[in-house]
């Protein structure tokens, strides 16, 4: 009964982690899709020096450990300038993985772009239709069905490396689990953080899994 006790006292401020790691992934995730959309046009644009900006993005943040990019955004930028300082860790960590997200929804909105069959971009030409007509009229609005898959798996892996900021003392999930495993000397507490991290996971598995049935493309 003790240690069960001691387990209930955790939970408070596990959640409060909790709070700051869903809210980390949830912000992290959106940005993310919106830079990707630009990432993603960038990419696929006939202009060789957007296409090739677009393309190195992708190719930095994707080929970099996240960790590292994390590291460099709070601790390395201060060393090459001073105003570049980023004291609050939230939005240090929302930078870093908001431009990581980035790198890998552009490619995610790319292959949904390019999946749509050709002939309605050629029917909407012959409509008279600019090109940004017809990625923003026709093009676009039906990629987005063809999203639901990549990025639920996407946020999934978001909210699991969210873990990182610990290393940055962002008191997410795992910073918390580890102050209290080091203040109180016992490992019990990563139970219920596990636990915690498999109920959100599954909490948001299950709403993504329902909006690909609603909505997905896919049967």
């Known amino acids: 009964m003790e240690k069960l006790q001691t387990i209930l006292n955790w939970i408070p401020p596990l959640l409060e982690g909790a709070v700051v790691t869903i809210s980390l992934t949830l ?3 959106i940005a993310g899709l919106i830079g990707s959309l630009f990432l993603a046009l960038g990419k696929m644009s006939k202009n060789k020096a957007l296409n090739r900006a677009s393309s190195a993005y992708v190719f930095f943040f994707r080929g970099t450990p996240l960790l590292m990019q994390l590291y460099f955004i709070y601790y390395g930028l201060p060393q090459i300038a001073p105003w ?18 980035a790198a890998y929804c552009a490619e995610i909105i790319r ?22 007509q017809t990625m923003r009229l026709i093009i676009i609005p039906q990629s987005f069905r063809r999203l639901i898959p990549p990025v639920g798996n996407e ?15 962002l ?9 209290i495993s080091s203040s109180t000397g016992s490992a019990l507490v990563y139970i219920p953080a596990m636990i915690l991290y498999l109920i959100i996971t599954g909490i948001f598995t299950l709403v993504f899994n329902k909006l690909e049935k609603k909505y997905s493309v896919y049967e």
Do not use: C, H, P, W
């Open 27 to 29: 912000l992290s995730v």
């Open 84 to 101: 570049l300082t980023i004291n609050n860790r939230f939005i240090a960590a929302f930078i870093a993985f908001g431009l990581n997200s």
């Open 111 to 132: 292959a949904a772009i390019q999946s749509i069959d050709k002939g309605q971009f050629e029917a909407a030409r012959a409509l008279g239709m600019t090109y940004g």
């Open 155 to 169: 946020f999934i892996m978001v909210l699991k490396d969210a873990s990182l900021v610990s290393i940055i003392a």
């Open 171 to 179: 008191s997410d999930i795992t910073k918390i689990t580890r102050s």
